[in-house]
């Protein structure tokens, strides 16, 4: 049958299995709105009040379900509003397709009105990109960027559609999606031998456990794989999840703001299984004095994160899933009893603190949990907030924790909240921001209300933008150049004038009663909790240092 382009852009995206799309229309790119109105009941979109916070809503509905997330903009300021989106989902390997609108393929390179090159521009931050300009390639342009944007390594793809193109007709014959197969081409015998001699000469092992392991949901596999190493497990932020945080093996995160009980242990370890895991420079501090006493066995599905910022000893490529399952069928069952408890004592030695005396962001993530039963999906902007709710909010189970890793993009977890809950509308989603986090993107609280999306919004509000601070006051001498945010605005009444239900919360005995009433409501509720300004992180690794140099505060105190 012959239909547009803007008709095709549609059948696709219901080929793909497609049910949300989030966006903001514009000129070029009418005629896919209108084909959209049209199948309102089969797709479903949402009017976000900005552009980025389509984009981040793509990403968190893409994080919660495991689908591709779907972002549509105009052409010109509306597609250049989905970059930072597009960096952030890059950045922690989301499987996102960003379908833009331009001008008209007679209007390009002309300066047109809203004219961009939007592929040129997010060429560096895409698996793909792809401008079409011709309706006979635009189904299978379409159909490749879902393909490239899910398999192996997951990551954004952009389409950007001409205008013409969306109105032009051409024959469309319906296509039913081949399945993605997991990545197994370049498992290879040696390597998994070589694995296998590694793991059982090893006295003290250490697993090391990054998003790759949430993307592969191998979380079944991982449980089985850490039993049989009988070692501990530590994890990077994006990790979080994909072993359980309750587990007696887990030692908290590793670090910039690791526990000492991952630093320490990662340091004093023979072999760092390491899986899944980039080696950022949030995780390593000092690179060159990183696990200096282990070999370093790789275990990522990306050829190019081998070596890239830390020297393996061997690696194992190829999905996660597929090598640990193939691991776990040949590993004989090892025993680490003394190393095990050594690291247990060191967890018991060195325990997350906190002021008891006074509201704090880990106090309010403690009840949190409890009242929540660790049963929520949580989602942050960065900062502060973002550490305290890696720390104090255990992770059972994978894309139970979303936020901006890689890229640290502040205004992220408003818009990954509400794509997070629409993708998985049966679960409690939670979103944790700081004040100056909040500042960047509060208008999607609008989207929230619009829709009755029932999010948590709660705002560690400290006055101040409190992870600079803290590194203005323990390196740069307590100059706190433009850190102070204290001024007028009142996010009760901002979050009141939007349609959302608003609370403050000033005394930890406010914390439990306004809890339990948000978590009862089924409607946007923001939360706002005046904190201390110096409120700080602990424990930390100073920039450039070793990670076995994490210090606290009493540790500052003594030194």
Not at 437 to 466: D, K, Q, S
């Amino acid at each position: 049958m012959e239909l547009t382009g803007a008709q095709i852009v549609i059948e696709c995206l219901k080929e793909q299995g497609v049910d949300t799309v989030f966006g903001y229309p514009g000129g070029t790119i009418l005629n896919i709105y209108d084909e959209l109105y049209k199948h309102s009941n089969e797709i479903r979109h949402i009017l976000t009040s900005h552009e980025q916070g389509a984009s981040h809503a793509a990403d968190g509905y893409a994080r919660a379900t495991g689908k591709v997330g779907v972002c549509f903009a105009t052409s010109g300021p509306g597609s250049t509003n989905l970059v930072t989106g597009i960096a952030t989902a890059y950045m922690d390997s989301v499987p996102l397709v960003a379908i833009t609108a331009n001008v008209a393929v007679n209007l390009l390179g002309r300066d047109s009105f809203q004219e961009i090159d939007i592929a040129g521009v997010t060429m560096p931050i895409t698996k793909h990109n792809y401008i079409v300009k011709d309706v006979t390639k635009l189904a299978d342009t379409i159909r490749k960027a879902f393909r490239i944007a899910r398999t192996g390594r997951p990551g954004p793809v952009l389409v950007d559609i001409t205008k013409d193109v969306t109105a032009a007709k051409t024959g469309y014959h319906a296509v039913t999606p081949e399945p993605v197969l997991r990545k197994t081409d370049e498992i290879t015998e040696h390597d998994l031998e070589n694995a296998l001699e590694m793991i059982k000469h090893s006295k003290k092992p250490f697993i090391f456990v990054g998003g790759g392991a949430v993307i592969s949901e191998a979380h079944d596999e991982l449980k089985e794989f850490v039993d049989k190493v009988d070692a501990p497990v530590t994890d990077t932020l994006m990790g979080k999840g994909a072993f359980d945080g309750t587990d007696i093996r887990y030692t908290g995160m590793l670090g910039m703001h690791g526990t000492k009980a991952s630093n320490l242990g990662v340091t004093e370890c023979d072999l760092l299984i390491t899986i899944g895991a980039r080696f950022s420079d949030r995780v390593t501090g000092n690179a060159k004095k990183f696990a200096r006493n282990a070999k370093i066995l790789h275990i990522d599905i990306d050829p190019a994160e081998i070596n890239k910022n830390v020297t393996t000893y061997y690696s194992v490529i190829g999905d996660i899933k597929e090598v640990l399952t193939i691991l776990n069928s040949r590993l004989k069952q090892q025993s680490h009893k003394e190393w095990l408890e050594h690291v247990i004592k060191l967890a018991e030695k060195f325990p997350l603190k906190y002021n008891q005396d006074m509201l704090t962001g880990p106090y309010i993530l403690e009840k949190l949990y409890e009242l929540t039963e660790g049963d929520a999906i949580i989602t942050t902007e960065v900062g502060q907030h973002q550490m305290w709710s890696a720390q104090f909010y255990k992770y059972k189970l994978p894309r139970t924790f979303i936020t901006s890793g890689g890229l640290g993009t502040m205004g992220y977890g408003l818009g990954a909240c509400i794509g997070a809950k629409v993708g998985m509308p049966d679960k409690t989603v939670i979103n944790i921001a700081g004040d100056g986090c909040f500042r960047m993107n509060m208008n999607e609280i609008a989207t929230a209300t619009r829709y009755n999306i029932p999010i948590i919004e709660i705002v560690f509000n400290n006055h101040v933008l409190g992870m600079v601070r803290q590194w203005q006051t323990l390196f740069y001498d307590k100059r706190y150049s433009n850190t102070n945010l204290s001024d007028k605005v009142d996010f009760v009444k901002v979050a009141e004038a939007m349609g959302s239900k608003a609370y403050r919360i000033t005394k930890k005995e406010e914390v439990e009663p306004i809890l339990r009433e948000a978590l009862a409501l089924n409607e946007p509720v923001l939360i706002e909790c005046i904190i201390d300004s110096d409120d700080k992180v602990w424990p930390m690794v100073a920039p450039g240092a070793a990670i076995e140099d994490v210090f606290n505060e009493e540790d500052l105190e003594n030194k």
